[in-house]
């Protein structure tokens, strides 16, 4: 038997995956580039799975032509979502809005065929059409 010990991490909880920050990534990540490095044994050594490496190092890669191509800024997918849901949201109160408008315009045709007072009062204000 070998002197040297196993590091053996216990996750408890109902917590079924680890988070790590941005800043472990990134160290994790240049530890992997670093020349004599594998990502088998940077991932061995911090405990991050290998094929999760891998992806965080596809992403970082893909990411950054992307932002030198398109000469702005790499957005986070989780950013991405927040905002087509805040569009799908307006889009639904503009819905609703303009049925208001289609509904207020009959109600007002149909009290200025009735009413001839209003007809006149419409058209000394420029009327709404």
């Known amino acids: 038997m070998s002197d040297e010990y196993?590091?053996?991490?216990?996750?408890?909880g109902e917590?079924?995956?680890r988070h790590w920050t941005t800043e472990q990534k990134l160290q994790?990540?240049?530890e992997s580039f670093l020349p004599g490095e594998s990502v088998s044994s940077v991932a061995r050594r911090r405990g991050v799975a290998p094929?999760?490496?891998?992806?965080?190092?596809?992403?970082?890669?893909?990411?950054g032509v992307a932002a030198v191509g398109s000469d702005e800024p790499v957005v986070g997918s989780?950013?991405?979502?927040?905002?087509?849901?805040?569009?799908?949201?307006?889009e639904r109160l503009l819905g609703r809005k303009t049925m208001e408008v289609e509904i207020l315009k009959e109600a007002l045709a149909k009290s200025?065929?009735?009413?001839?007072?209003?007809?006149?009062l419409s058209?000394?204000?420029?009327?709404?059409?």
Do not use: C, F, H
Not at 6 to 12: A, D
Not at 78 to 90: A, K, N, P, T
Not at 123 to 129: N, T, W
């Open 6 to 12: 196993q590091r053996i991490e216990v996750v408890t």
């Open 112 to 120: 200025e065929s009735k009413k001839p007072s209003l007809q006149l």
């Open 51 to 63: 094929n999760l490496l891998y992806r965080w190092r596809r992403l970082m890669t893909e990411g």
């Open 28 to 30: 994790i990540l240049e």
């Open 78 to 90: 989780s950013e991405v979502r927040r905002l087509e849901d805040r569009v799908r949201d307006l």
């Open 15 to 17: 917590a079924r995956r």
């Open 123 to 129: 058209r000394l204000k420029g009327g709404i059409r």
